[in-house]
């Protein structure tokens, strides 16, 4: 989840201990709750909506609004009046850009690979990674004009999801271009489990093909279900 960004989504299990079975159709007996860095509960915005009784049982999602992803740590929790139904509570962890910032690229002076991981929510409604490419002397590395792939590999080193230049999901820009933002979807994190990345510049000239940056791409479960 991206900090201080709007039209993000939270998503919460809600279970029923009578039955012993994931609880639908109870989106209007639910109530959300948010403390931002430690601060006192309150109440959500917005009311937590239904993902699909049939394919996604039990599982309802709440939009935030800009506030409430203005912060370093984010609890989530919720109510049902409907007896017997518990929700576990969900804590969040908003990430700003510079999180994800490779200072010192040492794979552009082919000394020593980068390693900077990254972590996303599983099912999340999309968002941006960026890095800041700097060379080994914390120069600007101009990428204007690249071609970038992001691979996304289980540690069989199968294929989970590539991102691209020129329409898939990867732009180069900031002031000195060299700013590389991959845009993810709900489909690349639909399932939680620890990944590996790289972060591949394809025409690296003289030098070859390079990788700007690489390490583990955690997607982190939203949601905990009962053991």
């Not at 959500?44 to 999602?61: F, H, I, L, Q, W």
């Not at 996303?120 to 970038?148: C, E, F, K, M, P």
């Not at 700013?179 to 620890?194: G, I």
Request: proline content about 2%; charged content about 15%; hydrophobic content about 40%.
């Amino acid at each position: 989840m991206k900090k201080n960004v709007a039209n993000q989504y939270v998503h919460l299990y809600a279970y029923n201990r009578l039955s012993d079975a994931t609880e639908t159709g109870d989106s209007a007996n639910i109530t959300a709750y948010l403390a931002l860095d430690n601060t006192a509960i309150a109440q959500a915005t917005n009311s937590v909506s239904e993902v699909d009784a049939t394919k996604a049982p039990g599982v309802y999602k709440l939009a935030l609004t800009q506030a409430e992803t203005n912060a370093n740590t984010l609890i989530v929790s919720a109510t049902s009046t409907t007896n017997y139904v518990v929700i576990d509570p969900v804590l969040c962890y908003p990430y700003t850009a510079s999180q994800y910032v490779v200072a010192g690229n040492a794979a552009l002076a082919a000394s020593a690979d980068v390693q900077q991981d990254v972590e996303v929510y599983q099912q999340a409604s999309g968002g941006d990674l960026i890095w800041t490419i700097t060379d080994a002397n914390g120069d600007a590395v101009d990428l204007s004009g690249s071609t970038l792939r992001l691979l996304v590999k289980k540690y069989d080193d199968s294929v989970l999801f590539t991102l691209g230049t020129g329409g898939s999901g990867i732009t180069v820009g900031g002031d000195e271009d060299n700013e590389v933002t991959c845009s993810y979807s709900t489909a690349n994190t639909a399932t939680a489990a620890t990944y590996k990345y790289e972060l591949w510049q394809l025409d690296g000239g003289a030098s070859g093909d390079v990788v700007l940056a690489e390490g583990a791409f955690v997607i982190t479960p939203t949601v905990k279900e009962d053991a």
